[in-house]
């Protein structure tokens, strides 16, 4: 499976932005399709993910109600929308792909995309 994560760009607070993780290869059909994002100097921490069979979403504390993850099929596609952005969400954004459930670490998932750099200014 290859991923790409795209759609990252600088913003101001307050603002939205969607990004995208499209996939190549193998079917998406069985995979739980998580977001992490990066900031420098810091540890890999969880967003949010999706699973690709129920649509079961779940979502980091500090993201809650203001993100959300949805998929399109058809585009073997998966969207992070971030709205109410805020400077601490500035980070490289990843996404990934792994067959557990209800995953919310890092190690979980066995394919990642290239990340894509998402900056708030203040």
């Known amino acids: 499976v290859q991923l790409q994560a795209f759609g990252g760009g600088l913003v101001q607070t307050g603002d939205s932005l969607s990004l995208s993780c499209a996939a190549s290869g193998r079917t998406f059909s069985s995979y739980t399709i998580g977001w992490f994002r990066q900031a420098p100097g810091k540890e890999r921490e969880f967003v949010g993910y999706?699973?690709?069979?129920?649509?079961?979403?779940q979502y980091g504390d500090y993201v809650k109600g203001r993100f959300t993850i949805f998929r399109d099929n058809a585009k073997n596609t998966v969207y992070l929308q971030m709205n109410n952005l805020k400077p601490e969400d500035t980070a490289v954004y990843y996404c990934?792909?792994?067959?557990?459930?209800?995953?919310?670490?890092?190690?979980?998932?066995?394919?990642w995309g290239q990340g894509t750099q998402v900056t708030v200014s203040s």
């Open positions: 999706i699973t690709w069979t129920t649509t079961t979403t």
């Open positions: 990934a792909a792994g067959t557990r459930y209800y995953a919310t670490w890092a190690s979980a998932y066995d394919y």
